[in-house]
C-alpha cells in the first residue's frame, strides 16, 4: 500500500457511506476481512457481514457528510483520521462523529483488517 492507494481507498469508503451504498462498502474489502467497529464489540468477519452492517447503517442514517485525512502508511497500512456528520432515522437527531482508523491491506487493494476508534456527539 502506497499513500497514493491509500487516499483511493480512503475516498471509494467516504463516497460509499456518503451515498450509503452497502455493495460499493463490500468491494472494498477482502472475503475474509475483519472489522472491528469499537474496540471491546466483536468484530465482524467476512465482506457479507461487512456488507450487511453498512446495510443497517443505511437505513438508519441520512444526509451523511464525511471528511478523511489520511495520517501514515506503513507497509500494508494505512491510518486516518475521520469525521462523519449525520441525520439520525427516524428522530432527525444529528449526529457528529470523530475517529481514527487503521487498515491492513491485503495485495489486490481490499482491506483485510479495519480497526476503528471514534467517538459520537448527538446535537
Known amino acids: 500500500m502506497d499513500a497514493e492507494s ?13 451515498t450509503r451504498d452497502p455493495r460499493a462498502v463490500r ?3 477482502s472475503e475474509q476481512a475483519v472489522y472491528v ?19 443497517g447503517i443505511a437505513e438508519t ?3 451523511v457528510h464525511v471528511q478523511v ?5 506503513a507497509g500494508d497500512v494505512g491510518i ?5 456528520s449525520f441525520r439520525r432515522m427516524p428522530s ?11 487498515a491492513t491491506f491485503a495485495a489486490d487493494g481490499t482491506c483485510r483488517l479495519f480497526r476503528e476508534w ?5 446535537a
Open 118 to 122: 471514534w467517538h459520537k456527539r448527538e
Open 80 to 84: 486516518a483520521h475521520w469525521w462523519a
Open 37 to 55: 467497529e469499537r474496540p471491546y464489540r466483536e468484530p465482524l468477519r467476512g465482506a457479507d457481514a461487512i456488507a450487511e452492517y453498512w446495510s
Open 92 to 102: 432527525g437527531k444529528r449526529v457528529h462523529l470523530d475517529g481514527v482508523l487503521a
Open 6 to 18: 491509500f487516499r483511493t481507498w480512503l475516498e471509494a469508503y467516504r463516497k460509499a457511506w456518503e
Open 27 to 29: 468491494e472494498l474489502f
Open 61 to 63: 442514517q441520512d444526509d
Open 69 to 73: 485525512e489520511p495520517l501514515a502508511v
